[in-house]
T-cell receptor, first 115, second 113 residues
Framework: GAVVSQHPSWVICKSGTSVKIECRSL??????MFWYRQFPKQSLMLMATSNEGSKATYEQGVEKDKFLINHASLTLSTLTVTSAHPEDSSFYIC???????????FGNGTRLTVT | DAKTTQPTSMDCAEGRAANLPCNHSTISGNEYVYWYRQIHSQGPQYIIH???NNETNEMASLIITEDRKSSTLILPHATLRDTAVYYCIVRDASGGSNYKLTFGKGTLLTVNP
């Protein structure tokens, strides 16, 4: 079945540094990918919609200059958390739309810890 | 705005059927009902979806009421590995950015030995 690979699965970084998270669709092309964030004991919150070849659409309250999204190909979207702070520590999850199966497939998430 | 209402938690005995309810009384005619689950510290996993007919696949069955205001996800023989948070989501049938899924709080299903 369709698989979405997310890398890294976990990362620890120091405050003020930037972290890049990759999301790849392995056996299907994804013109649209979505980035979510999940804090402990809470549900997934949509951050932004990533469209191949165009600018991402951010949800209200999400800083586009802090969370940079690039969707340069039909199989890869990246999320860069710039100038990370401890409050950015969270579980980041991407998903990709499989048009052939009319559903979203999710990656296994990236646990970010900012010290 | 929450489009779906689910119980916070449910328990089920291993080997028995798990029936997870979901209310979506404001669903419109072009909205699908999707079910995903999330096992601890993993990404959500697709289970099943439907528009108005009942659906069945290798994982579960989805029963949608005739008025489409509620649905039930049925796991026919629950196992310990089915312990997870189950999310019922309604989604607009049109494409593009409307394809995004908005997650509620879901139901924590605990399957007991």
């Amino acid at each position: 079945g369709a698989v979405v690979s997310q890398h890294p699965s976990w990362v620890i970084c120091k405050s003020g540094t930037s972290v890049k998270i990759e999301c790849r669709s392995l056996d299907f092309q994804a013109t649209t990918m979505f980035w979510y964030r999940q804090f402990p004991k809470q549900s997934l919150m949509l951050m932004a919609t990533s469209n191949e070849g165009s600018k991402a659409t951010y949800e209200q309250g999400v800083e586009k200059d802090k969370f940079l999204i690039n969707h340069a190909s039909l199989t890869l979207s990246t999320l860069t958390v710039t100038s990370a702070h401890p409050e950015d520590s969270s579980f980041y999850i991407c998903s990709a739309r499989d048009r052939n199966q009319d559903r979203l497939h999710f990656g296994n998430g990236t646990r970010l810890t900012v010290t | 705005d929450a489009k779906t209402t689910q119980p916070t938690s449910m328990d089920c005995a291993e080997g028995r059927a798990a029936n997870l309810p979901c209310n979506h009384s404001t669903i419109s005619g072009n909205e699908y009902v999707y079910w995903y689950r999330q096992i601890h510290s993993q990404g959500p996993q697709y289970i099943i979806h439907g528009l108005k007919n009942n659906e069945t696949n290798e994982m579960a069955s989805l029963i949608i009421t005739e008025d489409r205001k509620s649905s039930t996800l049925i796991l026919p023989h629950a196992t310990l590995r089915d312990t997870a948070v189950y999310y019922c989501i309604v989604r607009d049938a049109s494409g593009g950015s409307n394809y995004k899924l908005t997650f509620g709080k879901g139901t924590l299903l605990t399957v007991n030995p």
